[in-house]
C-alpha cells in the first residue's frame, strides 16, 4: 500500500525557510531547472511540481521528468499516487505546500530535522494549533540536528 511522507528541515524557532521563498514563477527563466537541481537531480522519477504557470513537462538525467501541476495541492497529489503506483508519494517543498498536505489529510508520516539555528522569521506549516493529532515513532541525533519521526493522524 501507498503511503505518503513528508520529510522537512525546521529551525529551533520552527521556521521551514525565509518569507518570499516560493519558487512560482515560470519556468525557463535563469536557464530551465538546471540552476536549481544541477544536471543530474536525485529524484530519479516524476516530481509533480505544483505552480500557477503551465509549463511542459522537462526531462533530465537519470530519470527524472518535471511536470507542471496548475490544478493545486490535490490534483498534484493524484498524479503522484498514480505514478507511484505501491510506492510511496513524498510531499517535498515550502510551507505551503506542507500546510496543504496537512490540511487534505494526506500525510501518513512526517520527519523533523530540527536544526540548531533561530531564523527569527520565516515560513511555517503550522497556522495556529495543528489540526491533525501526531504520534511520536522515532527520536534520533546526530552532532548537527535531531530527527523526530512522527505518525499524523
Request: aromatic residues 10%; charged residues 15%; contains cysteine.
Amino acid at each position: 500500500m501507498s503511503r505518503v511522507t513528508c520529510h522537512l528541515s525546521v529551525s529551533l524557532d520552527g521556521f521551514i525557510g525565509g518569507p518570499d521563498q516560493s519558487l512560482d514563477y515560470p519556468v525557463g527563466v535563469g536557464g530551465g531547472l538546471a540552476w536549481l537541481v544541477g544536471d543530474d537531480p536525485p529524484y530519479h522519477g516524476p516530481v509533480f511540481v505544483l505552480t500557477n504557470h503551465e509549463h511542459d513537462s522537462i526531462e533530465m538525467s537519470g530519470g527524472t521528468t518535471f511536470h507542471f501541476v496548475t490544478g493545486g495541492f490535490q490534483a498534484g497529489l493524484d498524479r503522484a499516487k498514480e505514478a507511484a503506483g505501491d510506492r510511496d508519494v513524498r510531499i517535498a517543498g515550502g510551507a505551503s505546500t506542507v500546510r496543504q498536505a496537512l490540511a487534505a489529510n494526506a500525510i501518513d508520516d512526517i520527519w523533523f530535522d530540527i536544526i540548531p539555528v533561530a531564523l527569527g522569521s520565516g515560513e511555517t506549516i503550522f497556522e495556529g494549533p495543528p489540526s491533525s493529532t501526531f504520534t511520536q515513532l522515532e527520536v534520533t541525533h546526530s552532532t548537527t540536528y535531531a530527527h523526530l519521526h512522527y505518525r499524523v493522524g
